[in-house]
């Protein structure tokens, strides 16, 4: 794989996660990317394309998520693009502290938490949801 | 049984969950249903060791609220230890420790149950 950006398209119907994190992790793999970077995107693409496909009401089978990425030096751009009904994470009410085993929505609050930039857009009939991770150290070992 | 995650005997009174690898969505619906038929069965409390745990989503998180509760409904306490940090760093975003006892290290988890 080269060192520029690349592009991959998953279909919910052929396990699109695993996919996703096989296409993630050999590009990860190929720019050697640190460890923050490496968990926080798997987490990213975790949660955004289960939202898509897992959580969806009626998720065709033929639903496709596009997933763009580049690195630069220490920073990683992710891109995720899907043709849903729009739907703004970045907007989405939030779990309450201490929300119950039931209540929704830690994904999109770990999203939120976990990425150092998170922009959403709907353009043209696309969500278009946009990360950037930066490799710094965990929360615990900064201090 | 999964090979993310051994289940075994501390003492009489306890059971030590060893999970490991990626607690992604696929793992966790694969190991969720035989932990709890697992934990179902017994009457100890539960150690849940982390250490070899390299990842976390909010399954997983869903997944130890949801083993936490039915054990206290049975009236057994669960303690989670030996996060890495940025699986801490997970647990610290969606305030997990509100809901799950947490401890970094093992006897700190076996003291915590001792006291109950």
Same mark, same amino acid.
């Given at each position: 794989?080269?060192? %520029? ?9 052929? +396990?699109?996660?695993? @996919? ?15 460890? @923050? /970077? @490496?968990? #926080?995107? !798997? ?8 939202? /898509? ?11 496709? #998520? ?13 891109? /995720?693009?899907?043709? !849903? +009904?729009?739907?703004d994470p970045c907007a989405a009410?939030?779990? !309450?502290?201490? +929300?119950?085993?039931?209540? %929704?929505?830690?994904? /999109? ?11 959403y +857009? @709907? ?9 950037? #991770? ?10 | ?6 289940? &075994? ?12 690898? *990626?607690?992604?969505? $696929? ?7 035989? &932990? ?14 982390? *250490?070899?745990?390299? =990842?976390?989503? $909010?399954?997983?998180?869903?997944? =130890?609220?949801?083993?936490?509760? *039915? ?14 940090? &940025? ?22 988890? &076996? ?6």
């Open positions: 794989m080269d060192a %520029g950006p690349c592009a991959f398209e998953l279909c919910a119907d052929d +396990a699109p996660l695993r @996919r996703g994190w096989g296409h993630l992790e050999a590009f990860l793999d190929a720019r050697r990317c640190g460890a @923050r /970077i @490496r968990f #926080v995107a !798997g987490l990213l693409l975790e949660e955004a394309v289960s939202n /898509i496909f897992l959580r969806a009401e009626h998720p065709p089978p033929t639903c496709r #998520v596009r997933l763009h990425l580049d690195a630069q030096g220490d920073t990683l751009e992710m891109c /995720i693009e899907d043709e !849903g +009904a729009p739907f009410a939030l779990p !309450g502290r201490s +929300a119950g085993g039931a209540e %929704g929505g830690r994904g /999109i609050l770990l999203m939120r938490s976990m990425a150092d930039d998170m922009r +857009a @709907r353009r043209a009939g696309t969500n278009r949801l946009q990360f950037l #991770v930066r490799e710094r150290l965990p929360i615990g070992d900064a201090r | 049984m999964h090979e993310a995650m051994k289940v &075994l005997e501390e003492d009489g009174q306890t059971l030590r969950v060893v999970l490991s690898g *990626r607690l992604d969505s $696929s793992t966790v619906d694969e190991i969720e249903p035989a &932990l709890r038929a697992r934990l179902d069965d017994g009457t100890q409390h539960v150690l849940v060791d982390l *250490r070899e745990v390299s =990842f976390a989503a $909010s399954m997983a998180i869903r997944m =130890f609220i949801a083993t936490a509760r *039915r054990l206290q409904q049975l009236g057994r306490q669960m303690v989670l230890f030996g996060a890495q940090p &940025l699986v801490r760093e997970v647990f610290e975003h969606v305030a997990l420790d509100d809901l799950v006892a947490i401890v970094p290290e093992a006897d700190q988890a &076996l003291a915590m149950l001792a006291s109950r």
